[in-house]
């Protein structure tokens, strides 16, 4: 899976569940940031959501769970 496919999954899986468009979503999850794999063994890649506390406990909580299912990431 690449950044870009994960922040698909995360706009989409948003977008349903919570409502809203996509683009609105998309702002708000902001970047998906790869990081080296060396350095982050765990959990390579991170994002840093805005918007308000509804929308940013959301995404935190959606976050979680797809970090336990998609923990290493591709840059492309």
């Given at each position: 899976m690449t950044g870009d496919d994960i922040l698909h999954?995360?706009?989409?899986?948003?977008?349903?569940?919570?409502?809203?468009?996509?683009?609105?979503?998309?702002?708000?999850?902001?970047p998906i940031r790869v990081h080296d794999p060396a350095t982050h063994p765990h959990c390579n890649w991170s994002v840093s959501p805005s918007g308000d506390a509804r929308d940013i406990a959301a995404i935190e909580h959606l976050l979680d769970e797809l970090r336990l299912s998609h923990p290493l990431v591709t840059q492309r």
């Open positions: 999954l995360i706009v989409a899986t948003l977008a349903r569940k919570m409502g809203g468009s996509t683009r609105r979503w998309r702002l708000a999850v902001g």
